[in-house]
């Protein structure tokens, strides 16, 4: 089974804080994703890779930078949180041949 | 421009009852459809997908869900509700030619005992 892992279920920052969010797969995916999930909107996508230091911008990707040095991580920073950006953080992957994402358990943000 | 629209933001059901959970989507070209799953505090689970083929698929814990490319529309069904059903539920769309998908704003699907 495809496991993805992020680093933390629960995280509260401070706002102006760089925040460091991280996400691992272990099935040699090559794409991977970023949402964040707010009630009523879904989940919108911040960035996404589909190889290692590759990376696109997706809907929403202001406030937010991503890394990918290896094929497994794929990270999400805040470069300086803000209280606008409390959310639940979703990763995802997928493989290029494949159909479906596989998700991680998502990391609740909280922003004061 | 993809899209994807799920009507109701609630679904309640008595368990034993038949359940549909309702989803279309505008997509250039052909779609690659999906349903996922949510508990609470937890991410997304992938539940089937429709990629060509039988407009009928089955999925995972008795759901399936059929394609209608004439209404554009990809509904979730099960033919006999649980409680443990309860959860948000969101359809997505992908075009075929890319890795983009574009998820609906999800349907709270509340199963009464």
């Known amino acids: 089974d495809v496991k993805v892992t992020q680093s933390s279920r629960y995280l509260v920052k401070r706002t102006g804080e760089k925040v460091f969010l991280e996400c691992v797969q272990d099935m040699d995916h090559e794409n991977m994703f970023w949402y964040r999930q707010d009630p009523g909107l879904g989940l919108r996508l911040i960035y996404f890779s589909y190889d290692v230091k590759m990376k696109e911008k997706g809907d929403i990707p202001e406030g937010y930078s991503v890394s990918r040095e290896k094929k497994e991580r794929f990270s999400l920073i805040l470069e300086s949180a803000s209280t606008n950006q409390t959310s639940m953080y979703l990763c995802?992957?997928?493989?290029?041949?494949?159909?479906?994402?596989?998700f991680g358990p998502g990391t609740r943000l909280t922003v004061t | 421009a993809q899209s994807v629209a799920q009507p109701e933001d609630q679904v309640n059901v008595a368990e034993g009852n038949p359940l549909t959970v309702k989803c279309t989507y505008s997509v250039s070209g052909n779609p690659y459809l999906f349903w996922y799953v949510q508990y609470p505090n937890r991410g997304l689970q992938f539940l089937l997908k429709?990629?060509?083929?039988?407009?009928l698929v089955k999925g995972s814990y008795g759901f399936e869900a059929e394609f209608n490319k004439s209404q554009t529309s990809f509904h979730l069904k099960k033919p006999s509700a649980l409680v443990s059903d309860s959860a948000l539920y969101f359809c997505a769309v992908r075009a075929i030619y890319g890795q983009n998908f574009v998820f609906g704003p999800g349907t709270r699907l509340s199963v009464l005992p």
């Open positions: 429709y990629i060509t083929g039988d407009n």
């Open positions: 995802a992957s997928l493989l290029a041949a494949g159909y479906e994402q596989y």
